[in-house]
């Protein structure tokens, strides 16, 4: 607008110079045609002096018009100049704006304005943070007049400063108004205005009265969770003693086949602890919405409320979000594990009948239809980890991958000794050299087979001691089997006796098969008999033989007949001899000379 009222200056000036040029032609060839002859001789040098003089004011003149021609010229060039850039900046910022949005200048969380445009390479969110900054500064301090903020334009009219005595507050520029469709001295008056009333505003919250008040509002409200404090403290300890003083008449026991498994007194304690659980419940809700809200009194912590609340419902939120997230995996998981369980029961109806013997596989003994259940259950369960293992929250992690892998290298390494009796007693239950039941004897331990693991085989002797052995020592020990034995074949038991040689050997047979039969629990249809041992050198050495079907029954039948062959040879005055010990009676030659 300047520009324009000096381009009409310059026309008013340019135009009467034109005139001014005739008027003084006219005055000098005026006068030298009226000029007397008698005068042209006297004043000829005072007129060449004047006509030089006045030469000299036209070509100035003429200078000075060429100037102001090139000025107007100028002037005319930039003007031109201006509203093409300006229409070109115009026509960009109007493509930018449906998707660029503007900073807000938010004060006590109002927004005054936005800033959409650079400053001198400053950014509009540093303007917008050094308007609030310096808004905020003004608030605070006491003694600040808002009406005396005043504009300071600068940059020939393109930027106007929003001042307070020689601070600048916040520059409002041609490219602002133009983003708003505004002129520049507009958008400057209504940007003033409002940082006018919120410094007001401001200066209002921080007033002393204020402060006051909100002391007296801390001071209420620190009273009222005392008082909650004490009064869920004093609610709780009541209830706690009323409901232990009518346990028997508000709770009746609880009992399943028998067993009392909640007494009244039981179900009173399990009472008062949910109530006391309820309790600090209710006090962490209490802190959880006390303490955001004792910092939000006053405008000095007001952000450090908004913080603390975030970081209260941020956690729960992405929690929230988490399991809402997580839901398709967790069908998925459901599924996949729906699946194995009901294929599992199904292998495990298959693994009972077998057991029972209602269904029979060729070659397939039925002692190893549990192990096998157990064993394809383990693979297919390992089967269902590892297909839900991708779908498992944060399976993707670093932190959970090295956990997962730090777990394996422990179980790798300190499980090589369970591993082999693992797999020793899955070799012992497809070998098949005991079961349940079976007396045995493993190397210098003899008894029965009480437990089967994975890990250990438990065995109870004669003197019911209970002996543990690892599975990995007795895949490499002897075993012998005695029950097995009785089933299949009969298990023969036996028992060594020296007899003199003074008995004849037909007789000593006679003996000892006469106190075989009459032991009991010996097979009836087999036939016992005698092994001669050998020929020693006072005595001649028998073995009797016997057949049992009961291998548990064998130390007492052994016994039984030791007192059986004893009794036989007592009646027939034979004497059991040995290398100590010789019989001392005559020989009743007579008596046996039948054997002869």
């Not at 021609?69 to 005319?76: G, P, T």
């Not at 007001?302 to 995996?329: C, G, M, R, W």
């Not at 009901?342 to 039925?366: C, D, H, M, N, Q």
């Not at 009794?567 to 030659?589: A, N, T, W």
Request: hydrophobic fraction near 45%.
């Amino acid at each position: 607008m300047k520009r324009l009222y000096f381009l009409f200056f310059l026309l008013s000036v340019a135009f009467p110079a034109d005139a001014q040029l005739s008027k003084i032609t006219e005055s000098i060839f005026g006068a030298r045609e009226a000029d007397r002859p008698s005068e042209r001789d006297d004043s000829a040098l005072a007129d060449s002096l004047k006509i030089s003089e006045l030469t000299l004011q036209l070509q100035q003149m003429k200078l000075k018009e060429i100037i102001y021609r090139d000025e107007l010229m100028r002037l005319k060039d930039g003007l031109a100049t201006d509203s093409l850039r300006r229409a070109g900046r115009k026509s960009e910022i109007d493509s930018l704006r449906a998707v660029t949005k503007g900073v807000p200048l938010v004060i006590g969380g109002d927004t005054l304005f936005s800033f959409h445009a650079d400053l001198g390479g400053i950014s509009p969110v540093d303007r917008a943070a050094n308007a609030e900054r310096n808004v905020e500064a003004l608030g605070r301090q006491r003694g600040v007049t808002p009406d005396s903020i005043y504009l300071l334009p600068v940059r020939d009219g393109l930027q106007v400063e929003i001042m307070y005595q020689r601070k600048v507050i916040a520059s409002v520029t041609e490219n602002d108004a133009l983003w708003l469709d505004m002129t520049i001295d507009s958008l400057s008056r209504i940007e003033k205005d409002r940082i006018v009333a919120a410094v007001k505003a401001l200066q209002h919250k921080h007033s002393l009265l204020q402060t006051v008040k909100r002391i007296a509002l801390f001071l209420l409200l620190l009273a009222a969770q005392i008082f909650l404090f004490y009064g869920i403290n004093r609610l709780y300890k009541k209830v706690k003693i009323l409901i232990k003083a009518h346990r028997h008449q508000w709770f009746k026991p609880v009992s399943i086949r028998g067993y009392e498994l909640l007494t009244a007194a039981r179900q009173a304690n399990i009472t008062v602890m949910l109530i006391n659980i309820f309790r600090y419940v209710l006090i962490i809700i209490q802190l959880l919405a006390f303490i955001p809200l004792i910092f939000s009194i006053f405008p000095q912590t007001n952000e450090l409320a908004s913080v603390l609340l975030d970081y209260i419902t941020n956690p729960v939120k992405q929690i929230f979000s988490s399991i809402i997230h997580y839901i398709p995996n967790l069908f998925t998981i459901i599924i996949i594990w729906l699946c194995i369980r009901y294929l599992i029961k199904g292998i495990a109806f298959v693994a009972k009948e077998v057991e029972s013997e209602r269904l029979k596989l060729p070659g397939f003994y039925t002692d190893w239809a549990i192990p096998t259940y157990q064993i394809i259950k383990f693979l297919l369960y390992a089967f269902m980890i590892a297909m839900i293992y991708p779908y498992l929250p944060g399976s993707s992690s670093g932190i959970f991958q090295g956990v997962s892998i730090f777990v394996g290298l422990i179980a790798a390494l300190g499980s090589s000794t369970v591993i082999g009796n693992i797999l020793a007693g899955l070799i012992i239950t497809y070998m098949r050299p005991f079961k349940l039941g079976d007396h045995i004897k493993l190397n210098d331990t003899t008894g029965n087979v009480i437990e089967k693991t994975p890990f250990v085989t438990r065995i109870k002797t004669t003197k019911n001691e209970i002996i543990t052995i690892p599975n990995s020592f007795i895949l490499s020990s002897r075993t012998t089997n005695y029950s097995a034995s009785a089933r299949d074949y009969g298990l023969i038991i036996h028992s060594s006796v020296s007899i003199g040689y003074e008995v004849p050997w037909r007789k000593a047979h006679e003996c000892l098969i006469r106190a075989a039969k009459n032991t009991k629990d010996t097979l009836k249809d087999r036939e016992p008999f005698v092994l001669d041992l050998g020929l020693e050198d006072y005595y001649n050495s028998y073995q009797i033989n016997v057949y049992i079907s009961d291998a548990d029954k064998m130390h007492r039948i052994l016994t039984e007949l030791h007192s059986n062959i004893q009794d036989v040879l007592f009646e027939e005055g034979i004497d059991l001899e040995s290398p100590l010990l010789m019989s001392g009676r005559k020989e009743p030659e007579k008596k046996w000379q039948h054997y002869m």
